[in-house]
């Protein structure tokens, strides 16, 4: 399957929210609406490249997705012999250029907090707000999810239903819900720029790029929204982590750890923009998790050598993090930052805790972590069986290669017995 | 046809990948991508997982009252899938060809494994005059 050039692609997913958003405010109906935009974006992906792009190309959607409303509604409502269907009274299509003049940036934001509405489960938000909002097509995203096409578009659907079924209505959430469900939204973007990131590595197949997908949508809320510390810190977030990206994987598709990285492969003109942005809005005051995080990778970032890095300042933030979020994450990043600036036997002690409070007692990133501390303390053999055992339990592959290879390597040093250690 | 090449490994036999060392692990892996790369280049490719360890396995059976028991783990069972592939081909002689060079993977010093591949053909839908 290919996809359209890119010049038309890119015009489509930036129009895609604004023409569902135009559309959504004349039959209301929000799954149906979606239905008709996605279809209108598929007869523009065939037909631009083709045919060039109209002058218009907002009011081209809109106009094609109308009348696809109005065709299902008509033949909805044939088939039932349904007659209240309000839909159709003002079935009319309105000339695009009417539609056009009321550009609502708005409408972009409604939209975002109704696909991450907090009824639906995180898959299903990610889901339909790469297709609302980012406007592409279930194949694109079922794809990119490695699943049937079919089984992504029942997920949309079923998502949709959900929304219909809450009944929240097509409009900005009221002061009292707005943080709650700005959040719920940015933790949805925040999932699926993680979603890329962490599957970004080898196969080499034709996927999207999520981790891209997920920037150009944080980016547009950034610009519609430039004012909020945690939507800027967030963006700045992924600026900073996706800087590295390039350096994150070997030639084979390997996990290159952040210590063994080649510096000079990081992206230094996102490091720069993710920098100011973070700094402008640290100077703003309030501080929050995505702004904590974000400073965290610019400190990584802006070391020239992992010697260099400013590991009390990494402790500073993560202590701070750790108090803001009860995040056994964050007390597992704690616990590395805390073993470079007390020493390992400090970072092996968090850990101890952290094993007692059982909320990681299935991850395997708990062992992980103890590995890499009782390696940095010298104590191989007790680091081989961690290694070992978050190499069991991770579902990762190139996780898993990495774990394993790293004990093989430990095991051979100490066979060895050269303490040539790094 | 699509067949269905499953990698069987003993759970207490030689495919004990972390305990080998390092290069032959990695030998190991560069062998799989391999397959993998070269299925999905002559379009034969339709699918391929590994499987988490089996130290994870549960088996599980409706109860009376229809709720889940579930049984194990069992680190110790003798074989276990490891993972599979799933090609369409021209005909079993070239899933069987695909199987072997899959089973010959490279093990601890280089030799191959010569690991049990089960091949099973995949059902297909019923042809159109059927219907």
């Known amino acids: ?422 | 046809m699509k067949y269905i090449l499953m990698m069987h490994t003993k759970g207490t036999g030689p495919y004990q990948i972390a305990t080998w060392p390092k290069k032959d692990i990695q030998a190991h892996i560069a062998f799989m991508r391999a397959i993998n790369k070269k299925l999905r280049e002559s379009g034969e490719f339709v699918g391929a997982e590994g499987l988490s360890g089996p130290d994870q396995a549960k088996l599980v059976r409706a109860g009376a009252d229809g709720t889940p028991v579930t049984d194990g783990v069992f680190p110790e069972s003798k074989e276990f899938l490891a993972g599979y592939w799933i090609v369409d081909v021209e005909s079993p002689t070239r899933a069987y060809a695909i199987a072997s060079e899959a089973s010959a993977a490279p093990g601890p010093g280089g030799v191959p494994l010569n690991m049990d591949i089960e091949v099973r053909e995949v059902m297909s839908g019923p042809p159109p005059d059927f219907l």
């Open chain 1, 1 to 422: 399957m290919t996809g359209p050039e890119p010049r038309v692609e890119r015009l489509l997913r930036e129009h895609a929210p604004q023409v569902l958003g135009a559309v959504m405010r004349r039959y209301r109906d929000f799954a149906a609406s979606e239905d008709a935009v996605q279809e209108a974006l598929m007869a523009a992906a065939q037909q631009w490249p083709r045919e060039g792009v109209p002058d218009n190309p907002r009011g081209w959607l809109i106009q094609v997705a109308s009348r696809r409303m109005v065709d299902a509604v008509r033949s909805e409502t044939a088939r039932r012999q349904r007659e209240s269907v309000a839909a159709l009274e003002i079935g009319q299509v309105v000339a695009a250029a009417s539609v056009e003049s009321a550009p609502d940036q708005d409408e972009t934001l409604i939209l975002l907090f109704m696909c991450c509405h907090p009824a639906l489960t995180a898959p299903s938000a990610i889901a339909l707000t790469l297709r609302a909002v980012g406007g592409l097509t279930t194949a694109q995203i079922a794809n990119a999810f490695l699943v049937p096409e079919a089984t992504m578009a029942q997920r949309i659907s079923r998502a949709k239903q959900t929304i219909k079924g809450s009944g929240v209505p097509f409009q900005l959430p009221t002061a009292k819900d707005r943080a709650e469900r700005l959040s719920a939204a940015l933790h949805v973007l925040y999932l699926i720029f993680n979603e890329g990131y962490t599957t970004s590595v080898g196969a080499g197949l034709q996927r999207l790029d999520m981790a891209s997908e997920a920037i150009r949508l944080t980016r547009s809320v950034y610009e519609l929204m430039p004012g909020d510390a945690e939507v800027a810190g967030l963006l700045a977030l992924m600026l900073l982590t996706d800087a590295r990206r390039l350096a994150r994987t070997g030639p084979n598709g390997e996990l290159v750890p952040l210590p063994e990285q080649d510096r000079s492969h990081w992206d230094r003109s996102q490091i720069a923009e993710g920098v100011a942005l973070l700094t402008a809005t640290l100077a703003r005051g309030s501080v929050g998790q995505y702004q904590l995080q974000a400073a965290v990778a610019a400190v990584h970032d802006e070391a020239a050598r992992h010697e260099d890095t400013d590991w009390p300042q990494i402790l500073a933030l993560y202590s701070l993090l750790e108090r803001m979020s009860d995040n056994p994450i964050v007390t597992l990043n704690r616990a590395i930052a805390l073993a470079m600036v007390q020493g390992p036997a400090a970072g092996l002690e968090l850990l101890a805790s952290l094993a007692a409070d059982g909320r990681l007692a299935n991850s395997h990133r708990l062992d992980a972590v103890r590995g890499h501390l009782l390696e940095l303390a010298g104590q191989s053999p007790a680091a081989v069986s961690a290694y070992q055992a978050a190499a069991n339990r991770t579902t990762n592959t190139a996780e898993r290669n990495y774990l394993l290879t790293r004990a093989a390597t430990l095991r051979e040093s100490q066979s060895e017995a050269t303490l040539d250690r790094d």
